[in-house]
């Protein structure tokens, strides 16, 4: 298993027993549930790692990376500047 896989296990883990109902941008139903987190959704700069919605509104991302990465936040701010501008045009209201 790659540790990106595993990563993605965890992070999915966390996300159900919150509740939240995981999709992939090919299977983007954001009417499934009030919680869609949807991974590998397209922006400006790249695809995000995962972006959740609420009541089909984009409400936040989450950029995956390794713990020692967390000790140095601005190193990935430029990659999550581009979830600024959700191509919203793929969200049908």
Known sequence: MTPETKARQHIDQKLEQAAWVIQDMRQLNLGAAAGVVVREYPTDTGPADYVLFVNRSPVGVI??????????????????????????????R
């Open 63 to 92: 950029e995956a990376k390794k713990d020692t990465a967390g000790e140095n936040l601005t190193a990935t701010e430029s990659q999550t500047d581009g979830a600024k501008t959700l191509p919203l045009g793929l969200i049908s």
